[in-house]
């Protein structure tokens, strides 16, 4: 069994960096979409979603019942907890985390256009607060791996992937 778990704040490019280890052979898992299912169900948005569902359940719950695949790459971790619980489901997890500036993690995520993106700096600025507060900043610290993605092409990022995955 091998998983990989992909952290960073909004916009950073997690989705990208998961995408490039699907194409090496990898079983995708995404929280967002956890999320986003669980805000349809209730009838509130992605936002009080995220919240909720670790209010109902515990910081584990948006994890709890994934089982591993031979090779598997779990998008959007956000806290220490949901790590030590993959951990305890599926072995050893490899961490990678992804970076990029404000400025570019703010452009695009105005430009990706999802119904949880935030409309205004306010509203962003709020966004990676409530990440904080959840823990995603505490998983860089754990990050076997960290990826820069700030102003590299995709041909860059593969470069930088497959460097990890050879680490597996």
Request: aromatic fraction near 6%; glycine fraction near 8%.
């Amino acid at each position: 069994m091998v998983a990989v778990g992909i952290a960073g704040l909004p916009g950073s490019g997690k989705t990208l960096i998961t995408s490039l280890f699907v194409k090496r052979g990898f079983k995708p898992y995404t929280m967002g979409d956890v999320i986003r299912r669980y805000a349809e169900e209730r009838g509130v948005t992605p936002d009080e979603a995220a919240v909720l569902i670790r209010l109902e359940g515990g910081m584990r719950a948006v994890v709890r019942g994934l089982r591993g695949d031979h090779r598997i790459v779990i998008d959007g971790l956000r806290s220490p907890e949901e790590v030590e619980a993959l951990e305890e489901a599926l072995g050893r997890l490899f961490l990678v985390y992804v970076v990029a500036s404000r400025q570019t993690r703010l452009r695009r995520l105005a430009a990706r256009g999802r119904e949880d993106d935030p409309a205004t700096y306010a509203q962003f600025a709020l966004r990676d607060y409530r990440e904080m507060r959840l823990g995603v900043t505490a998983l860089l610290m754990r990050a076997d791996a960290i990826i820069v993605n700030e102003d590299k092409s995709v041909e860059e990022l593969e470069a930088e992937v497959e460097a990890v995955a050879r680490r597996l």
